[in-house]
T-cell receptor, first 111, second 112 residues
Framework: KAGVTQTPRYLIKTRGQQVTLSCSPISGHRSVSWYQQTPGQGLQFLFEYFSETQRNKGNFPGRFSGRQFSNSRSEMNVSTLELGDSALYLC??????????FGQGTRLTVV | QQQVKQSPQSLIVQKGGIPIINCAYENTAFDYFPWYQQFPGKGPALLIAIRPDVSEKKEGRFTISFNKSAKQFSLHIMDSQPGDSATYFCAASMNRDDKIIFGKGTRLHILP
């Protein structure tokens, strides 16, 4: 079966702009989580959505937001981009109480 | 309290050697400890996972050792191969449904 699909794979944005990233989970998976990966901080949890509701949230500023649609696809939005937002953004999906499957990520570069 | 500390940051081992990666945690509420493997350009993939009621778990060449009293756990890779060269992350969560707290990662290189 198809894995977790993230689009786009690469993105270059300018400081102050906003960006939307997309994640299509594995079919049947209702939980979608987002993580930010940077060389200095490693993998950090952003938030998780389950059945269109945010179930868990990490310690990121309000500029980072997300949503989930009825088909379980999820989007993540970052407003007023800063240079420090440059990172690999990873999405993971899972069934209840099972392992998390990660997508390949979206590499965001802010210039 | 929510941190998972991982060491070393990088590791170079000869083919056939046994690299060991160590992790420590503080929060005793953690009860699920997965290890992830990440190759360049890919997302992390679950390698093996353990719960604190088990002291050791083996899957193929990969073994997790778990010391609940010391709040430490480690990954051993037996008969390591160049194809094992990747970044390894230890992690913890309060259950399989909760957010995953990752260690900072270990970049492993196996020399041919």
């Amino acid at each position: 079966k198809a894995g977790v699909t993230q689009t786009p794979r690469y993105l270059i944005k300018t400081r102050g702009q906003q960006v939307t990233l997309s994640c299509s989970p594995i079919s049947g998976h209702r939980s979608v989580s987002w993580y930010q990966q940077t060389p200095g901080q490693g993998l950090q949890f952003l938030f998780e959505y389950f059945s269109e509701t945010q179930r868990n949230k990490g310690n990121f500023p309000g500029r980072f937001s997300g949503r989930q649609f009825s088909n379980s696809r999820s989007e993540m939005n970052v407003s007023t981009l800063e240079l420090g937002d440059s990172a690999l953004y990873l999405c993971a999906s899972r069934l209840s109480n099972t392992e998390a499957f990660f997508g390949q990520g979206t590499r965001l570069t802010v210039v | 309290q929510q941190q998972v500390k991982q060491s070393p940051q990088s590791l170079i081992v000869q083919k056939g050697g046994i690299p060991i990666i160590n992790c420590a945690y503080e929060n005793t509420a953690f009860d699920y400890f997965p290890w992830y493997q990440q190759f360049p350009g890919k997302g992390p993939a679950l390698l093996i996972a353990i719960r604190p009621d088990v002291s050791e778990k083996k899957e193929g060449r990969f073994t997790i050792s778990f010391n609940k009293s010391a709040k430490q756990f480690s990954l051993h890779i037996m008969d390591s191969q160049p194809g094992d060269s990747a970044t390894y992350f230890c992690a913890a969560s309060m259950n399989r449904d909760d957010k995953i707290i990752f260690g900072k990662g270990t970049r492993l290189h196996i020399l041919p």
